[in-house]
């Protein structure tokens, strides 16, 4: 895991209040019940700070899990070193 | 202009063709709420008696808003309850309001069931009742002062209280909303506020009182954010009113953009402080022919009594929260300090409103109502009052109240208001608890989070505790985080010390 992933799973365990050992790729929005619309609102607005970028509403609704999070950051080259 | 019923049916004598609820299952005109209306009305005719209350199990369809329409033309008070309140809660709403039915569409049956409550409140379906035989209102008078509704609020002893509002409280609201914000016939409400939160009230009868088209947005659309944007950009509504929370969260998930905004002649928030670094983002996004107004008010006063239209081009030099505006005209404020006296102008104290929209008091609790209004039972309006709690300051110059805080425990979160005391008596009902106490902690200007500190025996038995406040409170009254402690820390008086608390979630 590269640094700058680790940042992503460090804010989503901020938001989602898990240990960060409990964010692995495999976690989705909908089977998570820490993670809220509300927290969904946290993970996104922390992201777009922390990789000064800014999100559509269509892809805001596709991150609903730590893959899908990870890809759409990928695609923004927003993970690259 | 009448009561109620006479303005209403002429509203529909003027609009009959036009559209009053635009639901995404499809539009209900003027001239049919009413019909569904008078079906309804010959249920409740049956089933009810004038001023014994009768309670809603709202799910923003157009027969639900015809139900609370009829119940206004019969003189029976409504209550809109949420379903999503636990069983516990229910059956102290119900029994406040001594009512052994409740009404609600069809798909909810189950799950009111499930409540374990329909031994005592039978179940009724919406659809079913709005399908009856049409029903002649006769000249049924309706007393000015009965209750109109009955609107739940958290309380400090535990138990949620009921605000009842008047038909002549309701009067007066219309006669002042609908000429300061221009509502009427092709205007076109968003109802983003649940029923059961007294914002609705602004979107309820802004509308049916008005001729105005309402555009339901229930809690599933709310989340649902694509369809939530196409529902906005399609129906096009002009007048936007909720609490600043659900303008920020929908303008940081995208919803709300320039494009979505844009039909929008009025953005309209209240219910809890709009910090300025948030509002000029928003400002940001309307368009240039778009009022932004503050509003303020409290449950007890009919939904609101002050407004603030803000002057967008000098929005920048804003500093902190916006003003509350003037009170409207006929609302009287003081502002008294701690031991009732009056304050000079200009200091901090409590706001106590007086003047004909303070609402009846609280149903059936007059402890209650004797603690928070003033001469409640007096037939001149002007000498009624209400007590808000909330601190506040008076520039002279302009005459516009500033909110500085409160005086009491009550918070806002996420724009619902919310005693701290009624999650540490639900906490302390909890078999394993010894003590607990709440603290609601400022994340950022704009968001908090509910904090709760238990000692009891083991900390192992938070997991259990945790489920067991699920079951007592509504889940926007559920802490985030519990924190476990042999013991709290006490003050001197030998209370327990929240100060100490609050110093070491920051530490």
């Not at chain 2, 009955?150 to 138990?159: L, P, Q």
């Not at chain 2, 949620?160 to 092709?186: T, Y």
């Not at chain 2, 914002?199 to 049916?208: A, I, L, Y």
């Not at chain 2, 406040?469 to 013991?487: A, C, D, T």
């Amino acid at each position: 895991m590269t640094d700058k992933e680790n940042q992503v799973k460090q804010i989503l365990s901020r938001a989602l209040r898990l240990e960060i050992t409990e964010i692995t790729d495999e976690i989705k929005m909908s089977e998570r019940p820490e993670w809220d619309s509300l927290s969904h609102m946290e993970v996104i607005v922390a992201l777009e700070e922390e990789f000064n970028t800014s999100f559509s509403l269509d892809e805001i609704v596709e991150m609903n899990s730590v893959s899908r999070i990870i890809g759409a950051l990928k695609e923004k080259n927003c993970l690259e070193d | 202009m009448g009561g109620l019923y006479t303005r209403f049916l002429r509203v529909v004598e003027e609009n009959g063709d036009k559209i009053a609820v635009a639901h995404e299952s499809g539009d209900t005109s003027y001239s049919k709420i009413f019909s569904i209306a008078l079906k309804i009305s010959g249920f409740l005719n049956c089933e009810c008696t004038i001023g014994h209350p009768v309670a809603l199990l709202h799910d923003k369809s157009a027969e639900s808003y015809a139900f609370m329409l009829a119940a206004i033309f019969q003189g029976i008070p409504y209550s809109c309850v949420d379903i999503k309140n636990p069983p516990k809660r229910l059956g102290s709403i119900f029994s406040t309001l001594s009512n052994d039915f409740v009404v609600g569409p069809e798909v909810w049956r189950e799950e009111f069931n499930n409540k374990g409550l329909n031994e005592t409140v039978k179940f009724f379906s919406i659809e079913e009742i709005s399908r009856g035989k049409n029903f002649e209102i006769s000249s049924r008078h309706v007393s000015e002062n009965t209750v109109a509704y009955i609107m739940f609020t958290s309380g400090s002893t535990g138990n949620p209280k009921g605000v009842a509002i008047s038909h002549k409280n309701l009067i007066r609201f219309i006669d002042w909303i609908s000429g300061d914000f221009q509502l009427g016939p092709n205007k076109r409400l968003l109802n983003v506020n649940p029923m059961y939160f007294d914002n609705s009230v602004f979107d309820f009868f802004g509308t049916f009182f008005t001729g105005a088209t309402l555009i339901p947005v229930d809690s599933d659309l709310l989340h649902d954010f694509k369809k939530l944007q196409l529902t906005i950009l399609e129906k096009k509504p002009t007048f936007w009113f909720s609490v600043p929370s659900t303008l920020i969260y929908l303008q940081r998930m995208k919803v709300l953009n320039e494009k979505s905004l844009e039909s929008f002649e009025y953005v309209m928030f209240g219910g809890e402080g709009y910090h300025e670094s948030e509002l000029k983002k928003l400002d940001q996004i309307l368009s240039t022919k778009c009022s932004l107004v503050n509003v303020y008010g409290p449950t007890e006063c009919t939904c609101i009594c002050s407004a603030k239209f803000l002057d967008r081009a000098k929005l920048y030099a804003l500093k902190g929260l916006p003003s509350l505006g003037r009170l409207l005209p006929g609302f009287d404020g003081k502002i008294v300090g701690m031991g009732g006296q009056e304050m000079i102008s200009g200091e901090v104290g409590e706001l106590v409103l007086f003047g004909p929209n303070i609402g009846v008091g609280y149903f059936n609790d007059s402890q209650r109502t004797e603690s928070s209004f003033i001469n409640a039972k007096s037939e001149t309006p002007e000498e009624r009052g209400y007590k808000t709690g909330d601190l506040v300051r008076l520039d002279p110059s302009s005459g516009e109240y500033y909110f500085i805080g409160r005086a009491d425990n009550q918070i806002k979160h996420m724009g619902y208001r919310i005693e701290l005391e009624e999650i540490e008596l639900a906490l302390c009902s909890c078999a394993s608890i010894v003590e607990a106490a709440v603290i609601y902690e400022k994340k950022s200007e704009t968001a908090g989070e509910i904090i709760s500190f238990v000692s009891s025996e083991a900390e192992k038995d938070l997991s259990l505790i945790r489920k067991q406040i699920e079951n007592i409170l509504p889940s926007y009254m559920l802490p985030r985080r519990f924190i476990w402690k042999h013991e709290l820390p006490k003050n001197s008086n030998g209370k327990i010390d929240r100060k100490k608390l609050r110093e070491e979630i920051q530490g």
